[in-house]
C-alpha cells in the first residue's frame, strides 16, 4: 500500500462487494428454508421407499450446502465490512493531513512527500530556500527529522515535516489493514468440491474466530449489546441496528446471539443452527481421531493349566483394561454426537406445518451441554409451555426430553385447535447427573434461577402481547422452576405444572407468586420419588419425634409435596405408571407424557381444567 494507493482507492467498490455477499447469504438462507421446509417436506408426504430416502438424504446435503454457503458469505461480507471501516480511518487521516497541507500552500507529491515554499527571515535579500521532506515512521529517524527540521531556517519545514508523517502514517494504517485483511479473506475460500464435509464445519469456527478478531474496531463502531443486559435491554439493542449490523453480529457472535433473551425466535434459531453444525463438526473430527487410538481389545494374559501345571498365554479382554477406558469416552463423545443428530432431524423430518417448526433457542455443547428448542413459534403463538426437565438431563439423551415437548404441543393442538401452542424443552442450566448424589443439592437449581427468569422474560418481550405461559417442571425441574418462581414475584407466568417433584423449595403454592389454584401438581403411585425423605439436615437426631417427617405424607426433600393438601395447590389424574424395576429402576417417573397425564396437561397449557 502507497500513498496514490491509498489516495484513489474506491472503498465503495468493497462496500458494494460486501452488500453482494449479503445478498448472497441471504439467498442461500433463503434456499435452505425452501428445500428444509417446502421440498424436502413435500416430497416426505408424497413418497416412500428407498427412493425417496435416498432423495430425501441428497435434499439434507444440499440443504447443508446452502447452510455453509449462508455462514461463509455472511463471513466474507462482514470481514468486508471490517476492511471498509479500517480503510476509511486509515482515509480519512490521510484526507486530513492533505487538506492542511493544501491550506499551507504546500504541494503533496504523488510519492506523499510535501514540498514547501521559501519563508522566513531573509540572509543577504534572500529568503530560505523551500524543500521537499518525507514522512519518518522509524522512531529514531523521526526524532532526528523533527530536531533537523526545528533548526531549519525555513519555519515551513517543520509544518511540512508533520504533515509528510501523517501521510506516512495513514499510509502504515492502510498498508497495516491490508496485510491483515487479506490472509483472512483468502482463508475465507471453500474447498473446491460440492461436499461440506465436518472439517469444514470446523473451519467455519476457525474463520470466525480470525474475522470476530480482525473486525473488533468495526464492531466496535456499532452500538454495542449491553452488558449482562436484560431481554427488554437486548430486544431495544437488536431493534437499534441497522439489518446490515445485525447480519454482521449473527455472523461472527452466533454464540452470544443465539442466547440473548429478549431477541426474535427466528434469529436465535439462525445463530444456534450454525453453532450446532460448527459443534457438530469439531464433535465428530475429534471421534474420528479418537477411534484411530483404539488400543488393542485383548491382551496377552498368563494363565495355568490346573489339569498340568504349565503356564500358557492366551489373549483375552481384562477388566478396567485400556480398551475398556477408550471405549468409554468413545461411547461418551458419540452420545454427545447422537444428540446433535437428534436435534438436527427435527429440521431434516419436519413436514413443513408452521405450527410444529423446529426453533433452536439455545444450544451449547460443554460440560454435559445446553439445549433449548421450541416446537412451534414462541413469538407467536397463544400458549407458550417451557419444560424443564431434571436429573440426568444432557446433551447426550436430549432426544428424549424433546419429545416429550413434540407430545405436549401434539396433545395441546387437539385439545386447543383454535388457539396455537409452543411447546419449549428448556435444558438451559446444569442438570444434576446424579439422583442419590447431585440431586440431593439444590445449587444446581440455584444456579438455573437467572437464567430461566431471563428465558422466560424474553419469550413475553418479543411476544409483544400477553401470551398464556406455563412452567412444566419435572422431577428436579419442579425445583428449578419453584425457585425461580418463587424469587421473582413478576415473572410473567401464569401457571405451573409439577410432576414427579422431589419438592419444589415452597411450603405452600401460594409462595410461587401466582394464584394457587394455578399451580398444578400429579406424582404416579408408581413413582420412587413417593418415598424421597427430607434431606438429613433437617432431623433432629438426639429427637425420636423427628424420625417421623420420614414417614410424613407432605414433607419431602424440598419442601411439602406439591401433591399434598398441605400444599395448597390443585392437583390432577395421572397413570399409576409401571412397577419400580418393570422397565429399568423407576419407570413410572419418566410416563408422565402418556395417557391420562399427558391430557391433563395440554388441558392446563390450554388454559383449561384437567
Request: contains cysteine.
Amino acid at each position: 500500500m502507497d500513498y496514490k494507493t491509498l489516495k484513489t482507492l474506491k472503498l465503495s467498490e468493497y462496500s458494494d462487494a460486501a452488500e453482494g455477499f449479503r445478498a448472497v447469504s441471504d439467498m442461500a438462507g433463503t434456499a435452505r428454508d425452501r428445500v428444509d421446509r417446502q421440498i424436502a417436506a413435500a416430497m416426505k408426504k408424497a413418497n416412500e421407499g428407498e427412493a425417496a430416502t435416498a432423495a430425501n438424504g441428497q435434499l439434507r446435503e444440499l440443504a447443508e450446502n446452502f447452510h455453509y454457503t449462508q455462514v461463509e458469505c455472511g463471513l466474507v461480507g462482514t470481514a468486508l465490512n471490517g476492511f471498509v471501516h479500517d480503510m476509511e480511518a486509515a482515509r480519512k487521516k490521510l484526507d486530513t493531513a492533505v487538506e492542511d497541507a493544501h491550506a499551507k500552500g504546500f504541494t503533496v507529491n504523488s510519492d506523499g512527500s510535501v514540498s514547501y515554499p521559501p519563508a522566513g527571515e531573509k540572509t543577504d535579500g534572500k529568503l530560505p530556500e523551500g524543500g521537499t521532506v518525507t514522512g519518518l515512521m522509524d522512531p529514531a529517524a523521526h526524532a532526528l527529522g523533527h530536531y533537523a527540521a526545528s533548526l531549519d531556517p525555513n519555519p515551513n519545514c517543520r509544518y511540512a515535516q508533520e504533515y509528510a508523517d501523517r501521510i506516512a502514517d495513514a499510509v502504515k494504517e492502510a498498508t497495516e489493514a491490508d496485510e491483515k485483511w487479506a490472509p483472512k479473506l483468502r482463508a475465507l475460500k471453500a474447498d473446491d468440491d460440492l461436499a461440506v464435509s465436518d472439517r469444514d464445519w470446523v473451519d467455519v469456527k476457525k474463520d470466525t474466530a480470525g474475522v470476530l478478531k480482525g473486525a473488533e474496531d468495526y464492531l466496535h463502531s456499532i452500538k454495542e449489546p449491553p452488558e449482562r443486559g436484560t431481554p427488554k435491554e437486548n430486544a431495544e439493542w437488536w431493534k437499534s441496528l441497522t439489518d446490515e449490523q445485525r447480519a454482521d453480529y449473527i455472523a461472527v457472535h452466533p454464540d452470544s446471539i443465539g442466547w440473548m433473551d429478549g431477541l426474535p425466535a427466528a434469529v436465535r434459531d439462525e445463530a444456534n443452527r450454525t453453532v450446532l453444525a460448527e459443534a457438530r463438526g469439531a464433535a465428530q473430527v475429534k471421534l474420528d481421531a479418537w477411534m484411530a487410538k483404539e488400543p488393542d481389545r485383548y491382551q496377552l494374559v498368563h494363565r495355568v493349566n490346573p489339569n498340568t501345571g504349565e503356564e500358557v498365554v492366551v489373549k483375552e479382554r481384562v477388566p478396567g483394561s485400556e480398551w475398556e477406558k477408550w471405549d468409554a469416552k468413545r461411547k461418551e463423545m458419540q452420545a454427545r454426537i447422537d444428540g446433535m443428530d437428534a436435534i438436527q432431524s427435527r429440521y431434516d423430518n419436519h413436514t413443513g406445518d408452521e405450527g410444529t417448526r423446529p426453533y433452536l433457542l439455545g444450544f451449547e455443547d460443554k460440560k454435559f451441554g445446553h439445549v433449548v428448542m421450541s416446537i412451534g413459534n414462541p413469538d407467536a403463538a397463544d400458549n407458550v409451555v417451557t419444560y424443564v426437565p431434571g436429573t440426568g438431563t444432557k446433551l447426550g439423551s436430549i432426544d428424549g426430553d424433546i419429545r416429550r415437548a413434540e407430545l405436549l404441543q401434539i396433545k395441546a393442538a387437539r385439545t386447543d385447535p383454535t388457539h396455537s401452542t409452543a411447546s419449549i424443552m428448556w435444558l438451559g442450566y446444569d442438570a444434576p447427573q446424579g439422583l442419590f448424589s447431585d440431586a440431593t443439592d439444590a445449587k444446581w437449581a440455584d444456579s438455573a434461577r437467572e437464567p430461566l427468569r431471563n428465558f422466560l422474560t424474553g419469550i413475553d418481550t418479543v411476544h409483544g402481547g400477553h401470551v398464556n405461559s406455563t412452567v412444566l417442571g419435572h422431577s428436579y425441574g419442579t425445583l428449578v422452576a419453584g425457585e425461580t418462581m418463587r424469587d421473582h414475584p413478576d415473572l410473567p407466568v401464569d401457571n405451573a405444572i409439577l410432576v414427579g417433584s422431589p419438592g419444589v423449595g415452597v411450603n405452600h403454592a401460594k409462595d410461587l407468586n401466582i394464584p394457587s389454584d394455578h399451580v398444578w401438581a400429579a406424582t404416579a403411585k408408581n413413582d420412587l420419588v413417593n418415598v424421597a425423605p427430607p434431606p438429613a439436615g433437617r432431623l433432629a437426631p438426639l429427637n425420636p419425634k423427628s424420625y417421623w417427617r420420614l414417614f410424613d405424607d407432605h414433607s419431602i426433600m424440598y419442601g411439602n409435596d406439591p401433591t399434598s393438601d398441605e400444599f395448597g395447590g390443585q392437583t390432577f389424574d395421572v397413570d399409576r405408571g409401571r412397577l419400580p424395576l418393570a422397565d429399568g429402576f423407576m419407570p413410572a417417573h419418566s410416563q408422565y407424557w402418556e395417557g391420562e397425564s399427558l391430557a391433563g396437561m395440554a388441558n392446563i397449557v390450554t388454559g383449561g381444567i384437567p
